[in-house]
């Protein structure tokens, strides 16, 4: 029963009965990764258990509907932008991870050179042959100590017999290595050069579950990194569009502010001038 309630939840949302308030995807058991983007913790339960080491799956809901409902909401760009920081916080962290992994796996790359590469049926001969004359080469060393000088020739001939076996297996199926490279998406060793060997096995990697999801963590990173940037910019501008107009409306003011000084000296002078008129002719018809 909670498995098909969980099921009807994730397709038609929690409010499919017609009764919810329109908000339900700000519930705590909501994964606010996926609606914005995806989430990444699930992205990973289907790679191998060697690379998603930290990623523990998302028990919380992943409802496409809950996703509509965000998007027609009228407050979503400012959850938007919450749910879009935390999710390139996770991103992060994991393609910090990555790139840890990469460095130890740089350790541990095959160099190019000569490799053996024998068939399943034979590898257990090629195992007894060196056992075998590793063993007649230390009976004919030991014969040779005691002076049975023919007894330990006959055994060292014995020896290059087996010895011949063991080269002739490593001449027949040696062959060149071309060595490995670290994936710089996934952090993954990888052949190197182009051999249809060295091809096939980059092929697989590239089309690979762990490969493909790291891809899609690094492509999300870049682009929210790329959205804040835009947005940190537009804001810059406005900023800068305020203070250029506070300014202007500054010197606008300031500008009023003179003219009315320059009004007030004038008008004072020339009441000043008025008066010492009107002094002087009252002084002038007195006399």
Request: aromatic fraction near 6%; charge should be positive.
């Amino acid at each position: 029963m909670d498995s098909a309630r969980a099921l009807l939840d994730s397709l038609m949302g929690m409010d499919r009965n017609g009764e919810g308030r329109g908000d339900e995807w700000k519930g705590e058991d909501v994964c606010k990764n996926h609606l914005v983007a995806f989430c990444p913790h699930n992205l990973f339960q289907t790679t191998t258990k060697r690379v998603f080491r930290s990623v523990q799956p998302c028990q919380k809901n992943h409802s496409d509907a809950l996703r509509t409902s965000f998007e027609g909401h009228e407050e979503y760009e400012k959850y938007r932008d919450i749910f879009e920081r935390d999710l390139r916080a996770d991103l992060e962290a994991l393609c910090f991870e990555a790139d840890q992994f990469a460095v130890q796996e740089a350790k541990n790359l095959r160099q190019a050179g000569v490799e053996l590469r024998l068939p399943s049926e034979l590898k257990q001969k090629y195992k007894e042959y060196n056992t075998r004359y590793a063993e007649l080469c230390k009976e004919s060393e030991e014969l040779g100590e005691k002076g049975e000088i023919e007894a330990a020739n006959n055994v060292m001939s014995s020896a290059r017999a087996i010895k011949g076996d063991i080269d002739d297996l490593r001449k027949r199926f040696s062959a060149d290595y071309e060595g490995e490279e670290v994936c710089k998406t996934c952090g993954m060793r990888v052949r190197t050069g182009e051999s249809d060997a060295a091809r096939a096995k980059r092929e697989s990697h590239l089309n690979g579950r762990t490969h493909a999801a790291y891809s899609k963590v690094r492509e999300k990173l870049a682009e929210l990194k790329e959205r804040r940037s835009q947005r940190e910019s537009g804001r810059e501008a406005v900023r800068t569009e305020k203070k250029e107009e506070k300014k202007e409306d500054g010197d606008a003011n300031g500008k009023r502010s003179r003219s009315r000084d320059r009004r007030r000296r004038s008008t004072s002078r020339d009441r000043k001038r008025k008066n010492s008129r009107s002094r002087s002719r009252g002084r002038t018809s007195r006399r």
